[in-house]
């Protein structure tokens, strides 16, 4: 019996295209999504002593690599309730932001958010935009009673 050669069948370009694409598409995400991040890191501690005059210091971090964001635009503030304290830059390590937020003196926890107010480049005009931390909690720790 004479082995028979078959000519290898492959598929044709109208159904590997489909499937390239996607391949391509998978492949091109963790670049874009790479290449466009940015944080919000809390430097404020957990627990604080209580304050004499009721004012508590509250400090971010914002790192971005984002291109379009305009940095002359950026103004972040800390977000209690539905009030909202701006915070300023300071003035020795750039791209950190300081507030000082009161409390009443009966107040325990202090919950609260940072929010980035920015404008990002977009064609044909330059579009408002906005990121927001996830919550924290500040606690304030009583001093114990000196001379005890």
Not at 31 to 44: D, E, K, P, W
Not at 116 to 122: A, G, H, I, V
Request: proline share 11%; aromatic share 10%.
């Amino acid at each position: 019996m004479a082995a028979v050669w078959m000519w290898p069948v492959f598929p044709s370009p109208d159904e590997i295209m489909p499937k390239m694409k996607k391949i391509l598409f998978l492949l091109a995400l963790p670049l874009a999504l790479a290449g466009c991040s940015s944080a919000i890191t809390n430097l404020t501690p957990s627990r604080l002593p209580r304050n004499s005059d009721g004012t508590y210091h509250l400090e971010a971090a914002w790192r971005t690599t984002e291109q379009a964001i305009r940095p002359e635009t950026i103004k972040p503030s800390v977000v209690v309730g539905l009030e909202s304290y701006p915070m300023r830059p300071e003035l020795v390590v750039s791209d950190r932001w300081e507030a000082f937020v009161p409390m009443p003196a009966d107040e325990k926890l202090l919950h609260y958010r940072f929010r980035f107010d920015f404008s990002r480049n977009k064609i044909p005009a330059p579009v408002a935009d906005n990121k927001w931390s996830q919550g924290f909690t500040l606690e304030i720790v009583d001093k114990p009673a000196e001379g005890k």
